[in-house]
């Protein structure tokens, strides 16, 4: 799984975690946009037949609506990562997401919705990015899970 670390110069969500991706542009498809967004952010020239699936929408608190689509990558793809999008790029291992202890659940006091976080290098990346992490590894365990309920921290609201 390839995560990024967006760079400090972007307009907004500058220098968090994320998972490539962006806006559809007019007439996209979220398949078309996320095949798109990898290209410019990670120079990987993927086409619809490495499209393997969608997950489920997540709602964020800064007002988008992310529709998590799941490509597949040979390990060999190249990656060239665009320095205006993208501090840097981070290889995380299905195993390292199957970890029992890879996620934790807290509260906060804003919210009465549980807030995810995915420890990741020392460091806890959370929603959105961390939603979307649990809900692919729950599929991979066959698990029908849902994740659009899970809250993000105050900092990721605007």
């Not at 997540?58 to 190249?78: D, E, F, H, K, Q």
């Not at 199957?98 to 006091?109: G, S, Y």
């Not at 020392?122 to 809250?151: C, K, M, N, S, W």
């Amino acid at each position: 799984m390839l995560l990024t670390l967006r760079a400090a110069g972007l307009r907004a969500h500058r220098s968090q975690w994320a998972l490539p991706g962006g806006r559809c542009d007019e007439g996209e498809t979220p398949a078309e946009a996320a095949l798109r967004e990898l290209h410019e952010e990670l120079g990987l020239q993927l086409g619809p037949d490495d499209v393997l699936g969608v997950l489920d929408d997540y709602p964020t608190r800064s007002g988008y609506l992310i529709t998590p689509v799941v490509v597949w990558a040979a390990a060999s793809a190249g990656i060239s990562p665009n320095p205006a999008e993208v501090a840097s790029v981070h290889r995380i291992a299905l195993d390292d997401i199957e970890q029992a202890d890879a996620f934790d659940f807290v509260t906060i006091p804003q919210s009465t919705r549980r807030v995810i976080r995915f420890r990741h290098a020392g460091r806890f990346i959370h929603a959105p990015t961390a939603a979307l992490i649990y809900q692919f590894r729950e599929v991979l365990a066959g698990r029908d899970t849902r994740v659009a309920e899970l809250e993000q921290p105050v900092f990721a609201w605007k």
